[in-house]
């Protein structure tokens, strides 16, 4: 059974960069035909993705947010993280990790909530 | 690329069959069968409950079942319970730059 757990601060000033990394056990990040994804949902409203990475590394991210993102891996550790920069209010939200399988997102984290503020 | 676009709310009551539109385009889902549904309740992450249009994972009761016509894709809930009160979400592969999309999300009411 795969699972994802999300961590990472609660709270970022705007203009910083938020850094959330996705830790995975029952699965290696690195083998298979999954993608390690971000989505992220502000309170009351609906998901957006945001990008992804593939087991060899390749990354595709959502062109609204794609100056500002990165997803990198840590094999060692089997976990991927996400990196959006200049942050602002608008940022604030509940961000989850999940693994997409073959244009399916069929595990998911609990997600974790990152308020960007002052 | 916008959102699909689902009904904000449906109700239905116990027992009764309810069905959840997703409107999209040629480029998302008229154009391929990478259509998911997700249940969402308050507080929860996303759970999926139907992928490639109409498989459902296993674990996930026959009480969900997904389908397609067009550029609109249809999850419909027969038997309604208490607990499928909750949000739902459509998801789609798009040939449009952002490579996916969700809809808009519907509240269930059981009444």
């Known amino acids: 059974q795969v699972q994802l757990q999300e961590s990472g601060p609660g709270l970022v000033k705007p203009s910083q960069t938020l850094s959330l990394t996705c830790t995975v056990s029952g699965g290696s990040i690195d083998s298979g035909s999954y993608y390690w994804t971000w989505i992220r949902q502000p309170a009351g409203k609906g998901l957006e993705w945001i990008g992804r990475?593939?087991?060899?590394?390749?990354?595709n991210y959502n062109p609204s947010l794609k100056s500002r993102v990165t997803i990198s891996r840590d094999t060692s550790n089997n976990r991927f993280s996400l990196k959006l920069s200049s942050v602002t209010a608008t940022d604030t939200a509940v961000y989850y990790c999940a693994r997409d399988n073959y244009g399916t997102l069929d595990y998911w984290g609990q997600g974790t909530l990152v308020t960007v503020s002052s | 690329q916008s959102a699909l676009t689902q009904p904000a709310s449906v109700s239905g009551s116990p027992g009764q069959s309810i069905t959840i539109s997703c409107t999209g385009t040629s480029s998302d889902i008229g154009g391929y069968n990478y259509v998911s549904w997700f249940q969402q309740h308050p507080g929860k992450a996303p759970k999926l409950l139907i992928s490639?249009?109409?498989n459902r994972p296993s674990g996930v009761s026959s009480r969900f079942s997904g389908s397609k016509s067009g550029n609109t894709a249809s999850l419909t809930i027969s038997g309604l319970q208490a607990e499928d009160e909750a949000d739902y979400y459509c998801?789609?592969?798009?040939?449009?730059?952002?490579?996916?999309?969700f809809g808009t999300g519907t509240r269930v009411t059981v009444l």
């Open positions: 998801f789609s592969y798009t040939s449009a730059n952002t490579l996916y999309v």
């Open positions: 990475m593939y087991t060899s590394g390749i990354t």
């Open positions: 490639a249009v109409s």
